[in-house]
Each structure stands twice: as structure tokens, then as C-alpha cells.
């Protein structure tokens, strides 16, 4: 059994911060790629940020020089430093965490999504 748990969400206003984080624990011992997704009502899920486990990062264009992803591989922990918010940036947050599960397969996992609401 494998969990993923997503803390960090909160009330923020226009041009605040605030820091995620997710911890992947149970049945794992390392954690391949982590991303962070984010859904805003009536939109589809869309992806904000990923950080492989040597830790390349990618991100969407529109939280680029806003937002970082970080890691700790010794806890299975991914963050998400989310600087300069915007009224768009609203939505729950969702973690996701690619872990081995044997010698050569790989399991994906979802976090249960934390909100993030960024007041104008």
C-alpha cells in the first residue's frame, strides 16, 4: 500500500507565497518522477511542475519564474514553491509520485489534492 499526502494548501492573497509539500510513504523505498498537477473548477487537470529523481525540472509556461520544484529523495518528498500568486492560480493541487514496484515495473500514485485559493 503505497500513500501520497499533499499539505501546504491555504488562503493567499494576490502576490503572496505559499509552499507545498508531498510525502509519498508505505510500501516504496525510492520515487522515480514527482509532479505537481492542479485543477481550477470547470477545467480540466492541467500539469504545473515535475522534478525527475536525479532533479531535472520542467514546468508549465504559466508558472515559470514563479514557481519551484524541489525534492528530498531520502524522505520521498516533493515541494512546490509557489511565489508571486494570482487570482488564476486557484485549484486543488495534486501530487503525483511514479515509484518502482518491482525490478522493472513502475506504479503511479495520486495524492487526495490540497486547495489553494488566491484572493484579488
Known amino acids: 500500500q503505497v500513500q501520497v499526502a499533499e499539505s501546504g494548501g491555504g488562503l493567499v492573497q494576490a502576490g503572496g507565497s505559499l509552499r507545498l509539500s508531498c510525502a509519498a510513504s508505505g510500501s516504496i523505498s525510492s520515487t522515480n518522477l514527482m509532479r505537481w498537477y492542479r485543477q481550477a473548477p470547470g477545467k480540466q487537470r492541467e500539469f504545473v511542475a515535475g522534478i525527475s529523481s536525479s532533479g531535472s525540472t520542467n514546468y508549465a509556461d504559466s508558472v515559470k519564474g514563479r514557481f519551484t520544484i524541489s525534492r528530498d529523495n531520502a524522505k520521498n518528498t516533493v515541494y512546490l514553491l509557489m511565489n508571486s500568486l494570482k487570482p488564476e492560480d486557484t485549484a486543488v493541487y495534486y501530487c503525483?509520485?511514479?515509484?518502482?514496484?518491482?525490478?522493472?515495473?513502475?506504479?503511479?500514485?495520486w495524492g487526495q489534492g490540497t486547495q489553494v485559493t488566491v484572493s484579488s
Open positions: 503525483n509520485v511514479w515509484a518502482p514496484v518491482g525490478p522493472v515495473s513502475v506504479s503511479e500514485y
